[in-house]
């Protein structure tokens, strides 16, 4: 049946529509931390959480919010009184940390990114942009034309000048050997360099932990570094919190505050898990910047109220059962663990990760050369085990991803990571 489906996929969707695994997965059904596909075959889900499900499959309180509200209403999000919206965004401003925040919602990361580009340039009166190496911000026009991430990035024509910063990667590039002092140093150095040559940029985009990138994160304090060369100039900061947001990296609830030195960001972006699984993006911003447009500007289905509701239910459960602080300490015991596999393994080069956002790198051993086959081989693995796992980290994608939904136990933590050793020790 699955592969029926798998061709009637190829025949009618793109080609670029990647799908995981050689013989493609159906997912049918999940609850908690577990899914199940179509043969009935049960999988722990250590890659859902970034994608849609921040806390949990099937969580009760979304799936009721959801049930009662879209058999109640859903209308214009944006033309009439919109109660779900006005509380969830009340949240969000108050989470935000953002002084004056006023909050816009979307339908997907690279709409809310769409919209701080839209702001930033209108603001700023240019479109020019700087963006990190190495960086993923979605797959729009404008978004795909910031992504630094060249294998993620499907055309080379942009509606923006970008211009890229070096800083997103720690381990790789020309300071890869630099301590963390000089590292930042030598970016902040190399950023004024470039905005001497430059049209005054609107606005720099990163990723606090870049996602799609491999989950790499640089020293902490380099944007709050980055940021006081850019507010002399009036160049905006833009922190893209669509992977990061929400506690994820269980130190921080913002991505950002690992750089905090020096206050918020000036327009923060979050998608992803906020819904679990109902699609909500967002942009939040002082209002002096949000209000910077001249036109109306509707959505028709930004913040509708089925997605709302969804949202309160699920940020509810999020904050009532302090899944940052879960994320915190089950992701710490699951690095640990997999730092310690990892020593026993010549391909992985680097367990690295903040809370439950761990990414593995793999390459040829001895080398920095990255083993994409390798990746495969452990995805595949995995997967007969019993495990879902990501693939990330540019066009080789070498780096095996994993973020669980944030209610991960500690016992589902070492069930996953001893299927995951078992693959990783079948390279
Ligand atoms: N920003 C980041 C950091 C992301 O990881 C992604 C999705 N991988 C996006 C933006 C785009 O989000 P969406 O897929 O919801 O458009």
């Given amino acids: 049946m699955t592969r029926d489906l798998f061709a009637r996929h190829r025949a009618v969707l793109p080609d670029w529509l990647a799908l995981y695994y050689e013989d493609p997965l159906e997912i049918t059904h999940g609850e908690g931390r577990y899914v199940w596909d179509a043969a009935g075959n049960k999988y722990l889900d250590f890659f859902g959480g970034i994608l849609t499900t921040m806390t949990a499959h099937a969580l009760p309180e979304v799936t009721k919010a959801v049930a009662e509200q879209a058999g109640r209403i859903v209308h214009s999000s944006t033309l009439y009184l919109n109660r779900p919206m006005v509380e969830l965004a009340e949240r969000v401003a108050q989470l935000s940390g953002i002084p004056d925040a006023r909050v816009f919602f979307t339908t997907s990361g690279t709409e809310a990114n769409d919209t701080a580009l839209l702001l930033a340039t209108a603001y700023r009166r240019s479109n020019a942009i700087l963006a990190m190496r190495n960086s993923y911000h979605g797959r729009s026009f404008s978004t795909v034309g910031i992504t630094g991430n060249r294998g993620w990035s499907p055309t080379s024509l942009s509606p923006l000048q970008t211009l890229y910063v070096h800083g997103g990667v720690r381990t790789r590039g020309p300071y890869a050997d630099l301590d963390d002092r000089d590292f930042i140093d030598a970016c902040v150095t190399d950023l004024k360099d470039l905005l001497g040559h430059s049209r005054a940029p609107a606005a720099l985009i990163a990723e606090p932990v870049q996602g799609v990138g491999g989950f790499t994160s640089p020293p902490d304090g380099l944007y709050a570094a980055f940021r006081e060369v850019l ?59 949000m209000n910077c ?26 904050l009532e059962h302090d899944l940052q602080g879960n994320a915190r300490r089950v992701g710490g015991l699951l690095i640990e663990r997999l730092r310690a596999v990892a020593a026993q393994v010549p391909h992985v080069r680097e367990v690295r990760g903040r809370g439950l956002m761990i990414g593995v790198e793999l390459t040829r051993p001895g080398t920095d050369e990255a083993a994409p086959e390798a990746a495969s081989t452990v995805l595949e693995e995995a997967r007969a085990g019993g495990l879902l796992v990501g693939k990330g980290g540019g066009h080789s994608t070498s780096v095996l991803r994993i973020a669980p939904p944030m209610s991960l136990t500690v016992a589902e933590a070492e069930e996953g990571a001893a299927i995951l050793e078992r693959a990783l020790r079948s390279i």
């Fill in 231 to 289: 507010h002399e100039r009036g160049i905006l900061w833009i922190s893209d919190e669509v992977q990061t947001g929400w506690g994820r990296t269980g130190e921080h609830f913002w991505g950002w505050q690992a750089h905090a030195r020096s206050g918020p960001p000036d327009i923060v972006t979050f998608a992803k898990g906020i819904g679990n699984g109902m699609s909500i993006g967002g942009v939040v911003a002082r209002a002096e910047i």
């Fill in 293 to 318: 447009l001249d036109a109306n500007s509707i959505s028709t289905f930004g913040g509708t109220q089925v997605t709302m509701a969804a949202g309160l239910a699920n940020l509810n459960h999020l």
